[in-house]
């Protein structure tokens, strides 16, 4: 049927892509690719031959009113992105936003994300998570947006370049405080996959000694510890009090 399909691509593995997924590829009138050369050895790779159009940040205010037209003929649109879920740290959100405004239909196709892959392969809570996209890439605004962060009681996850991994987990320990366990995930279901765990000390000791690793990497944290009194601190406590008493 008609309307904007918002299709998760692989973000490594080629073969992480639904069967709806080729479906609506392989139906689709107009495919928008983040970058058409990315998608076209996509397309090839499933034989699928789609008519390809870029949208991306620098096109989309001039592409978006033509694009709702399209919808308002009954096209049926895909939107990709050059890997992983679309919207996600990519290009998409104000499409989506001026679809549904015109009261056209948005119809999500699931599929991989650096995001949940990184989470759930990191040991860390996954009842509660923040996902906080890409940190500023100067240490004064990252250290800001960090404290901004700083007392959220979840995981927090960020996307993160092989170049700057270690001045940002030294900014992380920093103000969120070196003893935070913590995760590394990078180059997720690709050859060289690797989640490094420890405290976010230690993890920017690692890098900063290792150098910059290779790779597309996505960073974790845990909860800030809680300090929640147990019936068994509170006697503690106490005794502790009547023992120092004068
Ligand atoms: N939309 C994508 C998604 O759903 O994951 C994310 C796009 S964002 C521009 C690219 C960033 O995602 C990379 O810099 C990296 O932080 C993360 N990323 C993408 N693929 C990854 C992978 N295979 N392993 C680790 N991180 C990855």
Same mark, same amino acid.
């Given at each position: 049927s008609p309307g904007l399909y918002v299709v998760s691509t692989p973000i490594g593995n080629l073969r992480d892509i639904t069967l709806r997924a080729l479906d609506i590829?392989?139906?689709? %009138?107009?495919?928008l690719a983040e970058d058409t050369r990315v998608a076209g050895k996509l397309m090839s790779a499933y034989g699928i031959k789609a008519r390809l159009s870029p949208y991306? %940040?620098?096109?989309?205010?001039e592409r978006r009113p033509q694009i709702l037209s399209r919808l308002a003929d009954g096209g049926r649109i895909a939107l990709i992105s050059d890997a992983g879920t679309p919207l996600i740290s990519d290009p998409g959100w104000k499409l989506v936003h001026d679809?549904?405004?015109?009261?056209?239909?948005?119809y999500p196709v699931p599929g991989a994300s650096a995001l949940l892959a990184g989470l759930v392969a990191s040991g860390l809570p996954s009842d509660r998570f923040m996902f906080a996209g890409f940190l500023p890439p100067k240490s004064g605004a990252r250290k800001?947006?960090?404290?901004?962060?700083?007392?959220?009681?979840?995981?927090?996850?960020?996307?993160? #370049?092989?170049?700057?991994?270690?001045?940002?987990?030294? %900014?992380?320990?920093?103000v969120l405080g070196g003893g935070r366990t913590a995760a590394v995930a990078r180059e997720l279901t690709k050859l060289f996959e690797e989640t490094r765990r420890g405290t976010l000390t230690s993890l920017a000791e690692?890098?900063?000694?290792?150098?910059?690793?290779?790779?597309?990497?996505?960073?974790?944290?845990?909860?800030?510890?809680?300090?929640? #009194?147990t019936p068994g601190d509170l006697d503690a406590a106490l005794r502790d009090a009547l023992l120092t008493m004068p």
């Open positions: 590829l392989s139906a689709a %009138d107009e495919v991306h %940040d620098h096109n989309g205010a679809a549904l405004e015109a009261g056209h239909k948005v800001a947006a960090l404290e901004t962060l700083k007392h959220v009681p979840g995981t927090l996850v960020f996307y993160e #370049s092989g170049p700057r991994l270690a001045e940002s987990l030294a %900014d992380l320990a920093a690692h890098y900063q000694t290792a150098g910059p690793p290779r790779g597309e990497i996505v960073i974790l944290t845990g909860p800030p510890e809680e300090k929640t #009194s």
